[in-house]
């Protein structure tokens, strides 16, 4: 089991940036994925997934109408717009849950996280 995210950096407020996940499981079986994000000082929170069972996607409120998260084959990516300064912190994809969402705990496999940096 291994994932392994990537597309972090340094931008303005008000660019986008695309993060990307390789998400290697077992061949053939399905999984719920979703990226969570951890800011300097804070707790990590929840900020967007697909459900395995029903293709549902989830977002957090602060991050709906900026973020899109999407899966295409073994990979997940997270398409962030209009990045504000606020947006600052490690992002972790994140794979196979077995309970809520928004939980930390219900997540099973993370990657290692990728520095996004939003300068005011």
């Known amino acids: 089991v291994q994932l392994q995210a990537s597309g972090g950096g340094l931008v303005q407020a008000g660019a986008s940036l695309r993060l990307s996940c390789v998400v290697s499981?077992?061949?053939?079986?399905?999984?719920?994925v979703g990226w969570f994000r951890q800011p300097p000082g804070k707790e990590r929170s929840f900020v967007a997934s697909?459900?395995?069972?029903?293709?549902s996607i989830d977002y957090a409120d602060s991050v709906k109408g900026r973020f899109i998260v999407s899966r295409a084959e073994n990979m997940v990516y997270l398409q962030m717009n209009s990045l504000k300064p606020e947006d600052t912190a490690v992002y972790y994809c994140?794979?196979?849950?077995?309970?809520?969402?928004?939980?930390?705990?219900?997540?099973?496999?993370w990657g290692q996280g990728t520095q996004v940096t939003v300068s005011s």
């Open positions: 697909i459900d395995r069972v029903t293709g």
């Open positions: 994140v794979a196979q849950k077995t309970g809520s969402y928004q939980n930390t705990a219900s997540w099973n496999h």
């Open positions: 499981l077992r061949a053939g079986r399905s999984y719920s």
